[in-house]
């Protein structure tokens, strides 16, 4: 018999349950990956991931090649895609990985092709654990992130990894796939992606070359230089974990065997590993997290949507260095750093009174590591409006957040070089700064680097007003 291997977000062969299950039907796989008018997302896919998308089918078809097999691409609805496809090659089962972004959508697809005789049979991986395993004491899910984590030590370890096949059967004549290239997914002019594979390797290969670089160095430093931005400290998996070029298990269990000395480090990850299956509980239980405010009190919140403000902000033209610098270093290389996503997200939140939701679309566009459920999980986080929220009278000062976690200024000069020589003391406030300072930086403010576009004095009262009118009326 002939079975069709549908890839998602699960562009690997390493740790895929659904084609190791595929090869153990003892059928001959067709692989295929559908583009979709609505990707597997809360929206279409941003133009950051379609550079990655490119790029990552582009990789796994070459792996499925050296493994005498190779990939179909094909474009349209999922449903009808594939009951053409089962036609064609006479399959009567799909094998997909689990994905809980279209929860509802899968459960369409289960149905309609059900009813035209075709299976589709349903696999995990793509988290730690199954939400579903996850339940507070009354069997519910959980709403705040620590009893998540207590309830996911207790679970004990996620499924051991199984390794990429030596070789995935196929039919003799695979059906003619699209080529990827007629997809139109990189950016032409201008090239805004120049930069992007400075830093990135999409596909298997990059994911396993990274979290090798980060279990290499034993996670020295995770805890602490997690949180400095000029210091590369953390894995820089979270791009191909959202596309499931890497599974969680397997990141999981590749900091087992590391000294004693890391044991800190180690339980921090697997901590942050975890915020994403945390992530992903909420949006099962909220598919629309990129739009429904969880506390729906939020709904009453008075934005204040300055077209020109809002521009500054993702241009990195603030005024406030590390505001200016997370922004520049999202534009240019698709990723930011996660202290800086939550200064810059609480400054359009927080300073400029902008809707959260209109900072989570913009990264969605931007990010490569964009995902449904940590993006809109996080800004939700940073607005208070989410499950487990911070407190709402948390408004991050954007000069001291700068001077505590880049003191130095090594991550506002690389990423704002305007402003490179201006001595450490006023990097984060260059509006403090005395002209004969700023002069010899060769820095014109206003002119050369802007003046802050808000007074965060002003701004932090005018939030806190704000958000307190909210509690009252809740
Ligand atoms: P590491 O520190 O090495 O962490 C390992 C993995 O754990 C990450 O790859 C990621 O999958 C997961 N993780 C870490 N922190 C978080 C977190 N706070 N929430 C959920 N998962 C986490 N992460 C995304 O993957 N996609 C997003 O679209 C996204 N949007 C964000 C938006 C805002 C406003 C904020 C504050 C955070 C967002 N994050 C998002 C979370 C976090 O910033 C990134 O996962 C992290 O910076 C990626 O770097 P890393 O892979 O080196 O992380």
């Avoid at 490119?54 to 094909?74: E, F, I, P, Q």
Wanted: net charge neutral.
């Amino acid at each position: 018999p002939t079975v069709i291997l549908w890839f998602r977000k699960d562009l690997r062969l390493d740790d895929n349950q659904a084609l190791h299950a595929a090869i153990g039907s003892g059928g001959d796989i067709v692989p295929v990956y559908i583009r979709e008018p609505q990707a597997l997302n809360v929206g279409p896919l941003g133009g950051a991931q379609d550079w990655w998308l490119h790029h990552s089918l582009s990789a796994l078809k070459t792996s499925l090649r050296s493994v005498s097999s190779d990939l179909v691409l094909l474009s349209g609805q999922a449903v009808d895609v594939l009951a053409r496809l089962a036609k064609e090659t006479g399959a009567d089962t799909v094998f997909i990985n689990r994905a809980y972004e279209r929860d509802v959508v899968d459960r369409e697809i289960v149905a309609q092709l059900k009813a035209q005789g075709i299976r589709l049979i349903a696999f995990h991986g793509k988290l730690l654990h199954e939400p579903g395993r996850i339940r507070t004491g009354s069997g519910g899910s959980f709403k705040v992130f620590t009893p998540f984590w207590n309830a996911i030590q207790k679970l004990g370890e996620p499924h051991e990894p199984v390794d990429a096949p030596a070789n995935v059967p196929a039919p003799e004549h695979l059906p003619r796939s699209e080529d990827l290239e007629s997809w139109a997914l990189l950016p032409s002019k201008p090239d805004w992606a120049s930069d992007f594979s400075k830093l990135w390797t999409p596909g298997e290969q990059g994911a396993k070359d990274k979290l090798e670089a980060f279990i290499g160095r034993d996670l020295q430093d995770y805890k602490r230089g997690r949180d400095l931005p000029a210091v590369d400290a953390t894995s820089t998996l979270s791009a191909h974990l959202a596309h499931g070029e890497i599974s969680p298990a397997r990141v999981w269990h590749a900091t087992r065997n590391l000294p004693r000395s890391s044991a800190e480090e180690v339980s921090h990850f697997r901590r942050e590993l975890a915020w994403r299956d945390f992530c992903y509980s909420l949006l099962e239980e909220l598919p629309r997290l990129d739009e429904v405010n969880w506390d729906r009190k939020f709904d009453a919140m008075q934005w204040h949507y300055d077209p020109a403000e809002f521009n500054a902000w993702t241009r990195g033209q603030t005024g406030y260095p590390i505001v200016d610098a997370g922004m520049r270093q999202l534009w240019r290389y698709g990723f930011m750093h996660n202290r800086v996503r939550m200064i810059t997200a609480s400054f359009l939140i927080k300073d400029l009174m902008i809707d959260w939701r209109k900072g989570e679309k913009w990264f969605r566009d931007t990010l490569v590591d964009a995902d449904p459920a940590n993006n809109a999980g996080n800004w939700q986080w940073v607005a208070g409006s989410g499950a487990d929220a911070s407190p709402f009278f948390r408004v991050f000062n954007p000069v001291l957040q700068g001077e505590k976690f880049d003191a130095e200024g090594d991550y506002v000069r690389e990423h704002v070089p305007e402003l490179a020589r201006l001595d450490s003391k006023y990097i984060h406030r260059p509006f403090d700064a005395p002209p004969q300072v700023l002069a010899k930086a060769g820095i014109e403010l206003g002119k050369t680097y802007p003046k802050p576009i808000i007074d965060h004095g002003f701004a932090r009262d005018r939030a806190l007003a704000a958000y307190r009118a909210l509690r009252g009326g809740g």
